[in-house]
């Protein structure tokens, strides 16, 4: 980070002091836009949008006044009472993820459960932030002989282990570095955030992740309403639009909230511990100080802090 | 009686009653007491109702599996102690056939009390009530016991900073054939060439 004063490219500040700032030329854009007629559908909102500034600059009154805005737009187009939040992080906590890979069979329970906490579009483009990799004993963890098209009757598969892989929240995000407009970034709880309001969808990220953890809207989310889950945070599973990127958030409406992920409750081997590594007493904590555990691609330095173990 | 059981887990023989004996009772699901009172005959005195392990973080216990219908309280048929010698059963065949957990070493009374049925026994005598079966597990299974007991081993739902439901081994573990069972994956993703047919099915 001490080498960003050299780069002239990339500013810390999404306003350019005297330059052709993101915003001031949506400003100009979206009044030209209003001016010409263009924006007739719903043409406050999309110009409120428009203009707004990042995320971390927002007053208390102008975030109130966004997820107000939000919470009506989805509760009119959902046809449900749509609940945006925007969760801070919790003081004092720093995330935790472990998962036994000795209890783990390979199910895809955990897939299923996040993609209906998180309201991933269903298909087409089908966005699961879960992927199930089944591996063979004889190799050991080796992506060289992994898949995820696994599909016998009954998992657990003889010779076969399973490895979920999601995001990592690394603490050396490798995908937050290469974002040009720093709409991703790790909060001081550890989980890395998207602004998908702030996305450019140019899948930096996507391709910088070396766990493949992030996916790409290509088309607009097919999400039905029946489906929806409507108590929704900014930063995590509220709907996003066609165009962005997106990724696990530990999500992060419950586990701001106290409550395990989904993917935690849904497994039925119990094979995934959540919980606050600063707290002594925690599960996680437990699984980090007296079981077997590795990163993913330790070699890569992007120090997870989501856990593999062996519980025995 | 003519109380027949249907194969799998729900024949873990106790878990009937509970449900039957619950159904009469308020909500205490299944505790001791509840059950030895439903005895009726049973004259025993029921053992106090041994404390949650007190290094389990606050949580409620998870209801145990149901019996299977009309098989609980056990004293409704076992009225006294019976023959303690290993042998095979005429009534609880099915269960006895379907026995994979230290078999051949292993019989009924190694865990079910004989004198007090409605109970199961440690190694020491100690009368364990069903809703504290892991008590019993634990005697063998001390490393697996012992993770459970700080939320490694086994499955908890609610607040990762706050009260959590745990489950009890029995919950997951058919207590007579332990390991366990396959399950049906859910489907697998669908890959990148076969997720539209058309450019317009994936921009409607």
Redesign the interface.
């Known amino acids: 980070m001490t080498h960003r004063g050299r780069l002239p490219v990339i500013q810390d500040s999404p306003a350019v002091e005297g330059g052709l700032s993101r915003r001031r030329f949506l400003q100009a854009a979206a009044g030209s836009a209003a001016l010409l007629g263009l924006s007739a559908c719903k043409s406050s909102d999309v110009l409120e949008e428009l203009r707004r500034r990042n995320l971390k600059e927002l007053s208390k009154e102008q975030l109130q006044e966004m997820l107000a805005r939000l919470e009506k737009r989805w509760t009119d187009e959902y046809g449900k009472k749509v609940t945006v939040t925007a969760k801070p992080p919790i003081p004092g906590v720093d995330f935790g993820y472990g998962l036994d890979l000795s209890r783990c069979i390979g199910c895809r329970r955990c897939v299923y459960a996040c993609v209906k906490e998180n309201n991933q579009s269903r298909k087409n483009p089908q966005i699961q932030w879960i992927r199930v990799l089944q591996m063979e004993k004889d190799h050991g963890v080796d992506l060289a002989h992994a898949t995820p098209y696994y599909d016998p009757e009954k998992v657990p598969e003889a010779g076969h282990f399973y490895m979920p892989v999601q995001c990592q929240q690394c603490r050396h995000p490798p995908c937050t570095k290469v974002c040009p407009v720093k709409a991703t970034w790790k909060e001081p709880d550890g989980i890395v955030v998207i602004d998908y309001d702030w996305c450019i969808g140019c899948r930096c990220c996507t391709a910088a992740c070396p766990y493949g953890a992030r996916k790409f809207n290509w088309a607009e989310p097919k999400l039905p309403k029946e489906e929806m889950n409507p108590v929704t945070d900014y930063l995590g599973n509220r709907p996003r639009p066609k165009g962005v990127v997106e990724k696990c958030t530990f999500c992060l409406q419950r586990s701001r909230a106290g409550r395990y992920p989904a993917c935690v409750e849904i497994c039925p081997v119990g094979a995934r511990k959540f919980g606050n590594l600063l707290d002594p007493k925690s599960e996680i904590r437990e699984v980090m100080d007296r079981k077997r555990v590795f990163v993913f691609k330790e070699d890569l330095a992007t120090e997870p802090q989501f856990y593999y173990f062996y519980a025995t | 009686m003519s109380v027949r059981f249907p194969r799998g887990r729900s024949c873990f023989p106790l878990a009937a009653a509970v449900a039957v004996a619950a159904a009469t009772l308020p909500a205490t699901l299944a505790g001791a007491a509840p059950a030895a009172a439903a005895a009726g005959a049973e004259k025993a005195v029921a053992p106090a109702p041994a404390a949650r392990p007190a290094d389990l973080?606050p949580g409620i216990q998870a209801e145990p599996p149901p019996f299977t219908e009309g098989i609980f309280p056990c004293s409704q048929c076992h009225d006294r102690a019976a023959d303690p010698k290993p042998r095979q059963l005429a009534f609880h065949d099915e269960i006895q056939g379907d026995f994979h957990h230290g078999a051949p070493t292993r019989w009924c009374l190694d865990c079910h009390d004989n004198a007090k049925r409605d109970f199961l026994h440690l190694t020491n005598g100690d009368l364990v009530p069903f809703t504290e079966s892991y008590r019993l597990c634990g005697q063998c299974h001390g490393?697996k016991y012992r993770?459970w007991r700080?939320?490694?081993?086994?499955?908890?739902?609610?607040?990762?900073?706050?009260q959590k439901t745990y489950?009890l081994c029995v919950n997951?573990h058919n207590p007579h054939n332990p390991r366990?069972k396959?399950?049906?994956?859910?489907?697998?993703?669908?890959?990148p060439s076969k997720?539209?047919a058309s450019s317009q099915?994936?921009?409607p």
């Open positions: 973080p490393d993770d700080v939320g490694v081993h086994g499955k908890r739902t609610g607040m990762w900073d706050g489950f997951c366990f396959a399950l049906k994956p859910e489907p697998p993703p669908v890959p997720q539209a099915e994936m921009h």
